[in-house]
T-cell receptor
């Protein structure tokens, strides 16, 4: 079955880079996603990558995709205290054609000043 | 303004009450979802409606009853809930199709406390 795994916690110092890792199981996933959830709020779509890409960069965010190993990572450069949140990785099984995403349990990023 | 709006943002209800959560999406999407998020089980999918028809139930107890009157609106009717149903209920929408990728957009959530 589909499963998305990610570590539960990550702690970094302000100004450092953060790398959040994720593994997924469905090789038919056409898109892979990163969502951010700040305390008391809903999930905000942060970025996504199409499965035929290896890397996507958007300002301080870099997404790396290793399709062979089914490994996805999110790098946040120059991490700020405002980046403290829970980050969810998600895959779109069945090529995204049947609706729904499979989410990981989320990685709580703590940024220390 | 978020594309997916949920009301109320906070709700406290007794176990014998009947209440409803409301969701509206302004994105022109054809699928809507209810997720439950709690400390024990982050992001449980409860219901999926695609083209206004329920396509997935996920074994949710009957005390939760969804309603999707049109592609823009989704309700979750609540009755005789239990304290363990206290959680954040997230509504979401997406455009499902062969080439759309199914990017899901979430509302801010409704915090439900059952007393």
């Amino acid at each position: 079955g589909e499963d998305v795994e990610q570590s539960l916690f990550l702690s970094v110092r302000e100004g450092d880079s953060s790398v959040i890792n994720c593994t997924y199981t469905d090789s038919s996933s056409t898109y892979l996603y990163w969502y951010k959830q700040e305390p008391g709020a809903g999930l905000q779509l942060l970025t996504y990558i199409f499965s035929n890409m290896d890397m996507k960069q958007d300002q301080r965010l870099t997404v790396l995709l290793n399709k062979k190993d089914k490994h996805l990572s999110l790098r946040i450069a120059d991490t700020q205290t405002g980046d403290s949140a829970i980050y969810f990785c998600a895959e779109s099984p069945y090529g995204g054609s049947q609706g729904n995403l499979i989410f990981g349990k989320g990685t709580k990023l703590s940024v220390k000043p | 303004e978020t594309g997916v709006t949920q009301t109320p943002r906070h709700l406290v209800m007794g176990m014998t009450n009947k209440k409803s959560l409301k969701c509206e999406q302004h994105l022109g999407h054809n699928a809507m979802y209810w997720y439950k998020q709690s400390a024990k089980k982050p992001l449980e999918l409860m219901f999926v409606y695609s083209l206004e028809e329920r396509v997935e139930n996920n074994s949710v107890p009957s005390r939760f009853s969804p309603e999707c009157p049109n592609s823009s609106h989704l309700f979750l009717h609540l009755h005789t809930l239990q304290p363990e149903d206290s959680a954040l209920y997230l509504c979401a929408s997406s455009q499902v199709g062969q080439f759309s990728g199914n990017t899901i957009y979430f509302g801010e959530g409704s915090w439900l406390t059952v007393v």
